[in-house]
């Protein structure tokens, strides 16, 4: 069975710092680009992060610039969101997918677009 699968999410105090994993099960994540996506409550789902498969390029949404890394590990077929100086206003179920075509990691994050989808992990951030 082929799935994506969250993990990583909690409670975390304002300026904490959380590190989310997506593990493959079933497939091998190194032909596929991956992001990450989150939908906080009443609000549109967005496109935080994505990264391309075989050379590594990633891209990041203004909302996160500076704070969170993407990176992957295709060794243990996973790839990470380490989010740091966390605010209120990134609590929001958090997502990942895999794309195995595309244009640019880019187009991938604005457009959400994925082959396959995990179940997502909530993140909180408050005091």
């Known amino acids: 069975q082929l799935q994506l699968v969250e993990s990583g999410g909690g409670l975390v105090q304002p300026g904490g710092s959380l590190r989310l994993s997506c593990a493959a099960s079933?497939?091998?994540?190194?032909?596929?680009?991956i992001g990450w996506f989150r939908q906080a409550p009443g609000k549109e789902q967005e496109g935080v992060s994505c990264?391309?498969?075989?050379?590594?390029?990633?891209y990041y949404a203004d909302s996160v610039k500076g704070r969170f890394t993407i990176s992957r590990d295709n060794a243990k077929n996973t790839v990470y969101l380490q989010m740091n100086s966390l605010k209120p206003e990134d609590t929001a179920v958090y997502y990942c997918?895999?794309?195995?075509?595309?244009?640019?990691?880019?187009?991938?994050?604005?457009?959400?677009?994925?082959?396959?989808w995990g179940q997502g992990t909530q993140v909180t951030v408050s005091s």
């Open positions: 990264i391309s498969g075989p050379d590594g390029s990633t």
């Open positions: 997918a895999a794309l195995l075509v595309i244009t640019t990691v880019q187009d991938m994050c604005v457009a959400q677009e994925g082959n396959y």
């Open positions: 079933g497939f091998t994540l190194d032909s596929y680009a």
